[in-house]
């Protein structure tokens, strides 16, 4: 499995940035998400969908930022808009398999850096 992210950079405080993801060898349905990581913190989840289409979004995101998929699953965008300093982090797509309780695949990440 193969997760490779796209468009990150650098925006000032309110604009927008949309990440996105491309997905292949998957061999199961999966939910894909979108975490980020700021140094010296714990990665956290920012956005998920889950096959049947339910989304979760993280209390900091919620009304700013929209996550979708596209190609039958295999690609999941994240569409960020207002966004603040505080959401610089590296941004990682992830994809869990059907019946897995954890994110099994990783991309490798793309900076996203809000200045104020």
């Known amino acids: 499995v193969q997760l490779v992210e796209y468009g990150g950079g650098l925006v000032q405080a309110g604009g927008s940035l949309r990440l996105s993801c491309a997905a292949s060898?998957?061999?199961?349905?999966?939910?894909m998400a979108w975490h980020r990581q700021v140094p010296g913190r714990e990665r956290e989840l920012v956005a998920s969908?889950?096959?049947?289409?339910?989304?979760y979004y993280a209390e900091s995101v919620k009304g700013r930022f929209t996550i979708s998929t596209m190609n039958a699953g295999n690609s999941v965008d994240l569409q960020m808009n207002s966004l603040k300093p505080e959401d610089t982090a590296i941004y990682y797509c992830a994809a869990k398999p059907l019946h897995y309780s954890t994110y099994r695949d990783w991309g490798q990440g793309t900076q996203v850096t809000v200045s104020s």
């Open positions: 060898g998957l061999t199961s349905i999966s939910t």
């Open positions: 969908v889950s096959p049947n289409g339910r989304t």
